[in-house]
């Protein structure tokens, strides 16, 4: 349990009587050096700017993995091909070039050199926290990170101590609770966004009297973070006595690399700069939460989203029940379930809805034909979604409570009248008036929809009310031994509840409000490095991204 915060006006007597003072140090590697700069050339051949997130998935998950490199003590390995796709050599060479194939070949090479000479950041930590182990007992000593990177210090420091929980700062407030403490120590520079994020709150109300940080050459600070709002020219970070030590990695041989330029003029760019400012959330963007799940997973979400929640510390009656995304905390679960109270269902006729049968099929004909040439018409009739391709393969089929189409009337008819032939629905005389084709197609959808929201909205209700009476009632410690530590625990429905389906709970990780992302993004599960790219410029309650 942590202890109660301190007083503020006891935290600025303090920092009056002991400024504290900040150490850099700053890690230099040939090798490290030349992985960031192949790492960056493979990026700029893969990364497509107007490409969407399917067609960029496989340079994000890159992006993802250096950024993780540069900010933690996480070294690169081997298994980064295969996650981010590039395992398979011809594959690269067709798909993204032969400048992007050999970076892979020289990657190979450098990561295997590198596993073998190790971190020089890593090492210098180590020697720290050899220096603070009597501090450590004392519990005079924080270490702040993301919540999923405690077990890689852990494992970093096995054999020298064991951390505890309380050992870790991973959001604002953990870190606000505390009580002045010795010495704060942080991976990678400050920036008030991205991966490298950190909250000015922690430079401009410091509770450590020193903050030792490891930071790769190359990487700057943002230019005014920790800035007083009220007096700009006073910054809280360029008052503090800085110390720099250089972190210098033994000279290596470097063989018959076909890298063959020397590593000692090598310019050093800001990756964490480069990585950010190159992916950018898109316009047509709303504001939204990012709730982190196990399995590098996660789901955007409206900041005022009800969600059915399991609170494991619920004090209450009722741990189950649906919640406003506000007061979902990290170590909660996410309930998604298919429960069904068999009250029968509103199916869409296939002879009721000629028109939606005749405009699928020709969707569904030309992006089987050709789904890239299909896509592009789609993009150039306006239809701006993230993912084109998952919106044909959801609007081409023909089963469920409604017409699956596209949510707004002007896509619709962009896609009947520009991506499809103009005169597959021919227009029709109603009233007196003509009424066109792709109209006729939208009156079906529409009067779909309406129905389905009557049926829904009744059928909806009462599943939810059983679900939770049905839940709450069976949450006991066998229940409870069940959930925890599972990455994802499915429980089936019992009959006897009137219910059919399952409940699938996922631990909740992590909550961050800096995100920025197109509306039908929302609710859909996404890997962590396709979420990245909606990272907004925002202040948010997390320490790290």
């Known amino acids: 349990m942590r202890a109660p915060s301190m ?13 504290p003072v900040q150490e850099i140090h700053i890690g230099e590697s040939a090798l490290f050096s030349a992985i960031r700069r192949h790492m960056r050339v493979l990026f700029s051949a893969m990364y497509r700017q107007e490409g969407d997130a399917h067609e960029n998935e496989q340079a994000l998950a890159l992006r993802f993995e250096m950024m993780k490199w540069l900010t933690s003590p996480l070294m690169p390995d081997q298994g980064m091909f295969q996650r981010c796709g590039l395992d398979d050599d011809r594959r690269v060479r067709q798909q993204w070039g032969v400048e992007a194939s050999q970076a892979v070949l020289l990657l190979r090479d450098l990561i295997d050199r590198y596993a073998k000479e190790g971190s ?20 005079r000593v924080r270490i702040c990170c993301h919540t999923k990177e405690r077990d890689l210090f852990r494992d970093l420091l096995n054999g020298l101590c064991e951390l505890d929980d309380y050992a870790f700062i991973c959001n604002l407030s953990e870190y606000r609770s505390n009580l002045p403490f010795n010495t704060l120590i942080r991976f990678g520079p400050l920036r008030t966004s991205g991966m490298a994020k950190l909250p000015e709150a922690v430079i401009a109300s410091p509770l450590y009297r020193r903050i030792v ?44 690399s076909a890298d063959t330029e020397a590593p000692a003029v090598m310019e050093e760019a800001d990756d964490v700069a480069f990585y950010s400012d190159t992916v950018r959330p898109p316009a047509a963007s709303v504001r939204c939460v990012m709730v982190e799940l196990p399995g590098e997973y996660g789901v955007l979400l ?105 949510r707004r009337r002007d896509h619709f008819r962009a896609l009947l009248t520009q991506v499809l032939d103009p005169e597959l629905i021919a227009s029709r005389m109603e009233s007196r008036v003509r009424v066109p084709g792709w109209r006729r197609a939208w009156v079906e959808v529409e009067s779909s929809r309406a129905s389905a929201i009557r049926h829904g909205v009744v059928e909806n209700a009462i599943v939810n009310e059983v679900l939770v009476t049905e839940l709450s009632r069976e949450v006991d410690d066998d229940f409870r031994a069940m959930i925890s530590g599972s990455v994802a625990y499915r429980h089936r429905l019992s009959a006897a509840s009137g219910l059919v389906g399952s409940v699938l709970f996922r631990p909740v990780i992590a909550l961050s409000t800096d995100f920025a992302a197109p509306a039908d993004t929302f609710g859909k599960p996404l890997r962590l490095p396709v979420i990245e790219q909606y990272r907004a410029d925002t202040e948010g309650e997390r320490l790290c991204a």
């Open 7 to 19: 007083p503020t006006t006891a935290r600025m007597q303090l920092l009056e009587q002991s400024p």
């Open 120 to 139: 020089v950041l890593n090492s210098e930590f180590l020697r720290l926290i050899v220096d603070l182990a009597g501090e450590l007992a004392e519990d």
């Open 302 to 406: 409206r900041p005022g989203a009800h969600l059915l929640i399991y609170s494991p510390r619920s004090e209450g009656a009722r741990p189950i029940g649906y919640r406003t995304l506000g007061e979902v905390e990290p170590g909660d679960y996410l309930l998604v379930h298919d429960a069904d109270a068999n009250l029968g269902e509103v199916s869409v006729d296939a002879a009721s809805a000629p028109l939606a049968s005749l405009w699928k099929k020709a969707l569904r004909d030309l992006y089987e034909r050709d789904a890239r040439h299909c896509v592009q018409r789609m993009k150039r009739a306006g239809i701006e979604l993230q993912d084109l391709h998952r919106a044909v393969e959801s609007w081409t089929a023909m089963h469920g409570t409604v017409i699956r189409a596209p």
């Open 213 to 256: 940080r490891f930071v790769w050459s190359g990487l700057s600070d943002e230019e005014g973070f920790s800035a007083d709002p009220v007096l700009p020219a006073h910054n809280y970070l360029a008052s503090m006595d800085t110390v720099r030590l250089p972190a210098i990695a033994r000279p290596v041989i470097w063989g018959h």
